[in-house]
């Protein structure tokens, strides 16, 4: 299958700093990709798409000057968590969307990153 | 209207077993059903996944059933390993509207395999 890469897996930060999550498809293209967060024993919730050469696409209620998403190439879209606070620790996980003939689109996922803000 | 309703929270099967989890949703506009399976702090692996012009699709040890007009598919696993035990999510995409390509995901499964 197609691999996702996600970097890095565990960031603990200090509150008030910014913390930077890339997310690389390796072996295909990926003109679009997406950022979920996850809580413990939770299911996935989506925050954001993410389109190569234009603006991200924010779900409802997850502030955009927060969580700044870059697509700048069809390899990489990275997560940007500004001025991080305690409640924004999480389990984040991107996914990479890739077209399989006979089935159309498929998301892959990345491995997460556990993000713990001090 | 964009749930997926699954069932159960948990599951523990014997060793050799079946395991079968249950998913429910009721928007028509969701054109692909795929399964995941996440180990603890990792992200979901993609298992199998199913179109609903077909009933059924078996892949190894793992079947998806399909059920176009009752709006349910599962997922069984024959022979249920302790190494199969993980947290299952089902899953549908979107094929239309607003949401086109999201995907909406169940509450999830853990599943336990004692050996």
């Known amino acids: 299958g197609a691999v996702v890469s996600q970097h890095p897996s565990w960031v603990i930060c200090k509150s008030g700093t910014s913390v930077k999550i890339e997310c690389r498809s390796l072996d295909f293209q990926a003109t679009t990709m997406f950022w979920y967060r996850q809580f413990p024993k939770q299911s996935l919730m989506l925050m954001a798409t993410?389109?190569?050469?234009?603006?991200?696409?924010?779900e409802q209620g997850v502030e955009k000057d927060k969580f700044l998403i870059n697509h700048a190439s069809l390899t990489l879209s990275t997560l940007t968590v500004t001025s991080a606070h305690p409640e924004d620790s999480s389990f984040y996980i991107c996914?990479?969307?890739?077209?399989?003939?006979?089935?159309?689109?498929?998301?892959?996922f990345g491995a997460g990153t556990r993000l713990s803000v001090l | 209207q964009q749930q997926v309703k699954q069932s159960p929270q948990s599951l523990i099967v014997q060793k050799g077993g079946i395991s079968i989890i249950n998913c429910a949703y009721e928007n028509t506009a969701f054109d692909y059903f795929p399964w995941y399976q996440q180990f603890p702090g990792k992200g979901p692996a993609l298992l199998i996944a199913i179109r609903p012009d077909v009933s059924e699709k078996k892949e190894g040890r793992f079947t998806i059933s399909f059920n176009k007009s009752a709006k349910q598919f599962s997922l069984h696993i024959m022979d249920s390993q302790p190494g199969d035990s993980a947290t299952y999510f089902c899953?549908?995409?979107?094929?239309?509207?607003?949401?086109?390509?999201?995907?909406?995901f169940g509450q999830g499964t853990i599943l336990t395999v004692h050996p």
């Open positions: 996914s990479a969307r890739s077209q399989r003939e006979g089935m159309g689109y498929i998301q892959y």
């Open positions: 993410s389109n190569e050469g234009s603006k991200a696409t924010y």
């Open positions: 899953a549908a995409l979107n094929a239309g509207g607003t949401s086109y390509g999201k995907l909406t």
